[in-house]
């Protein structure tokens, strides 16, 4: 009767464990592993990633690759040498940097340009510097992950379409060769999630975002593990979906909403810094960047300030939502290859990234934005890590 009465004990533990997560997953938020009697339980250390948290010195160090652009020209000699070239920027600054997580900050593929029936073959490419060093990553999603395929118009010239190399896809799907079909967002973050369960840390957010789907929050916990710990992050990552391809480049209003909601019930006194990243920068990049191709003079911070900032369609007031958060310390984003400054907005940073990939347009250097944010007493310092190993462009976000 005793050992019964544990067992049920324990089944209604796991249940209730159950139920809060899929609470959490309804409100947009990855839950820690869960447990049972202190201890994870086998079905979900399966399913669920370890918590995220600060290393034994008190640092979280995250590597920003944006923009790479794999899939380009594949039928050509001159795309699958980018796309190895691409994988050789991502494996020198891993090495180099040995990041605590990394962030893909859009822009994976160029669908537009990729003529197989699935994009998630290249964006599975993409992803495996990180996941053959084991280091854990979260994704965003860019204006030319989800496009449909553009036809070049010399395909119609007398010269007609040239041979097409496509990947090998598996006997289960129903096409095969290539085809000339773009791949939704869902299905690629589908993909994504389901082959990397115990590395990738991506989601796809609350429905009620849609047609947004990378909307979610992770929670970086104290490298001092105590009973409150898991109830009480150090850092707050926001990941959201800034539109393009498919639809209009755009934060929208609900979003911004949900982002209001969930920073409230996750930090409601705001004494837990916050960190946010989309892919197409806001309208407030223009107002506090340097004039195009100007010399980067301070308080902003970086070394390329080759074109025009490329803006969202719209602002919606997400810009005003992070202003009104002090602890919200930067906001970065890719898009725009020519510019890897930061600038300070309000009391938070606007920053880009570093264009990681050979794809896409611009020859400028190769590298990519690394953040390193320190627990306590709190800091976070940004810089860029070049292809070649050197290192520039260091600015302190936490002043």
């Given at each position: 009767?005793?050992?019964w009465w544990h067992g049920l004990a324990a089944a209604g533990a796991l249940l209730a464990a159950l139920a809060a997560a899929v609470a959490l997953t309804v409100a947009g938020l990855r839950p820690a592993t869960l447990h049972t009697?202190?201890?994870?339980?086998s079905s979900a250390a399966d399913s669920r990633r370890p918590p995220l948290r600060f290393g034994p010195r008190g640092v979280f160090k995250v590597a920003l690759f944006a923009d790479l652009h794999y899939g380009e020209d594949a039928w050509t000699d001159w795309g699958p040498a980018q796309d190895a070239a691409s994988d050789r920027v991502m494996a020198a600054v891993l090495d180099a940097e040995n990041p605590d997580f990394v962030v893909y900050l859009g822009d994976l593929v160029t669908a537009n340009n990729v003529p197989i029936p699935n994009a998630?073959?290249?964006?599975d490419r993409a992803i495996s510097a990180s996941r053959s060093r084991g280091v854990p990553w979260a994704t965003v999603f860019g204006n030319h992950d989800d496009m449909p395929f553009e036809w070049p118009p010399e395909w119609f010239s007398p010269d007609g379409v040239p041979p097409?190399?496509?990947p090998a896809l598996p006997t289960s799907t129903p096409d095969s060769g290539c085809s000339f079909r773009g791949t939704p967002r869902t299905d690629l973050m589908a993909a994504e999630t389901g082959a990397n369960r115990q590395l990738s840390y991506s989601s796809s957010g609350p429905r009620e975002l849609w047609p947004g789907v990378s909307n979610y929050v992770l929670q970086v916990h104290s490298r001092r593990r105590t009973r409150d710990d898991d109830h009480v992050p150090a850092l707050l990552m926001y990941f959201l979906d800034?539109?393009?391809?498919s639809y209009t480049e755009v934060v929208s209003s609900a979003q911004v909403k949900w982002f209001q909601s969930q920073s409230q019930f996750l930090n409601p006194n705001g004494r837990i810094p916050e960190l946010i990243f989309w892919h197409i920068p806001s309208t407030?990049?223009?107002?506090?960047?340097?004039?195009?191709?100007?010399?980067?003079?301070?308080?902003?911070?970086?070394?390329?300030n080759k074109e025009e900032v490329a803006p969202q369609a719209a602002e919606w007031g997400m810009m005003d939502a992070l202003a009104k958060r002090p602890s919200v310390k930067a906001v970065f984003v890719g898009h725009n290859h020519g510019l890897d400054w930061c600038c300070p907005y309000e009391e938070l940073w606007l920053c880009f990234a570093r264009h990681t990939g050979y794809g896409g347009y611009g020859d400028w250097p190769k590298?990519?934005?690394?953040?390193?944010?320190?627990?306590?007493?709190?800091?976070a310092v940004s810089w860029?890590?070049?292809?070649?190993?050197?290192?520039?462009s260091d600015v302190t976000l936490s002043s």
């Open positions: 009767m005793r050992k009697h202190g201890q994870p339980s998630s073959l290249y964006w097409l190399r496509c800034s539109g393009g391809g407030a990049y223009v107002m506090v960047g340097p004039k195009a191709k100007s010399e980067i003079r301070k308080p902003c911070v970086g070394s390329i590298g990519a934005r690394i953040i390193q944010v320190t627990e306590d007493p709190f800091s860029i890590r070049m292809e070649n190993g050197s290192r520039h």
